[in-house]
């Protein structure tokens, strides 16, 4: 994955370079190659700082392949994905194409706020011609409004039908300032009955006392990033789900959501860093 991650593209109009960016930093730790020298950098501290950040992070995009696909067996066709990253490795509208059933068709629109993320998924969803059935919206997730009414948006997603809108990875780059309860309730109050929003966050909850210190050190490296990090446990997760009953396992560890292979050794070891669930609005 280094010779890759060396010969990173030049950077398009916008893209800050100077600062490491959260969305890269996480495109490292996931081996894509959209990212430069001061994203490494970065990532290999947060690795000295926090072993498991990889492992982590890829539990967390494998989280993201499970609750696609468990959308789609539920007959849900629309996707939105706020703070959809670099859209390197594993991407929602690929999981959609590969389980999507012959002769059905679906929608995903993409929203993140930052330059590279954006950049990237274009060029990406034209060069796989993807591009009629899904889009990338380059706004902040924190302005519900103008994510829910940008034309991309209103193109792919017809609000009177389900949807499934993920935050996952995300919501712990919002403050308890933005007040996340009161975003998350604005995407509910458009979502029609059936539709599902899954949420995953790094915690510190349950974590070996000499583990939490990392985590927290971790969480404090990205005061120097582009987003700072917040460390959340369940009992401020569990209320922005609001009114919409958690669907089986609940929340769960990101690895104990319907988990479709057993844990390697160093999963094991990431388990204790994320939690996530999935909620859908009633009928
Ligand atoms: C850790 S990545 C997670 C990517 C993906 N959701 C996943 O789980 O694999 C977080 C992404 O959220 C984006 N992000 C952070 N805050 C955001 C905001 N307020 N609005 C839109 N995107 C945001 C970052 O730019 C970054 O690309």
Redesign the pocket.
């Known amino acids: 994955m280094g010779d890759r991650q060396r010969s990173a593209p030049a950077a398009p109009d916008g893209v800050d370079t100077e600062r490491p960016?959260?969305?890269r930093v996480?495109d490292w730790y996931l081996g894509g190659d959209q990212n430069w020298a001061i994203d490494r950098e970065f990532g290999k501290r947060a690795v000295e700082l926090f072993p498991q950040v990889k492992d982590v992070?890829r539990q967390?995009?494998e989280l993201?392949g499970r609750i696609v696909r468990a959308a789609l067996e539920a007959g849900i066709r629309q996707f939105l994905?706020?703070?959809?990253?670099?859209p390197t490795v594993g991407n929602v509208h690929e999981v959609v194409r590969e389980h999507l059933p012959e002769g059905e068709a679906a929608t995903v629109v993409y929203?993140?706020?930052?330059p590279v993320?954006a950049a990237h998924a274009i060029v990406l969803l034209e060069r796989d011609g993807s591009t009629d059935w899904s889009g990338l919206v380059q706004?902040?997730?924190?302005d519900a409004d103008a994510v829910l009414t940008n034309r991309t948006t209103k193109r792919l997603i017809d609000f009177r039908r389900p949807v499934c809108v993920?935050m996952?990875?995300?919501l712990h780059?919002?403050g308890g300032d933005d007040q996340p309860d009161e975003i998350i309730a604005q995407y509910q109050q458009k979502l029609a009955p059936g539709s599902w929003l899954g949420i995953?966050h790094i915690t510190d909850e349950n974590v070996p006392a000499e583990e939490v210190a990392a985590v927290r050190a971790l969480a404090d490296s990205y005061e120097h990033t582009?987003?700072p990090m917040w460390v959340r446990g369940s009992g401020e997760l569990e209320p922005w789900f609001g009114a919409w009953p958690l669907l089986e396992p609940g929340l769960v560890p990101v690895a104990d959501w319907r988990p479709d292979c057993a844990l390697t050794p160093a999963g094991r070891r990431a388990r204790p860093f994320g939690l996530a669930g999935v909620a859908a609005r009633p009928s």
């Open positions: 960016s959260v969305a996480y992070a967390n995009r993201l994905d706020l703070g959809s990253g670099v929203v993140d706020y930052e993320a706004e902040d997730l924190r993920l996952l990875a995300v780059f919002v995953s582009s987003n």
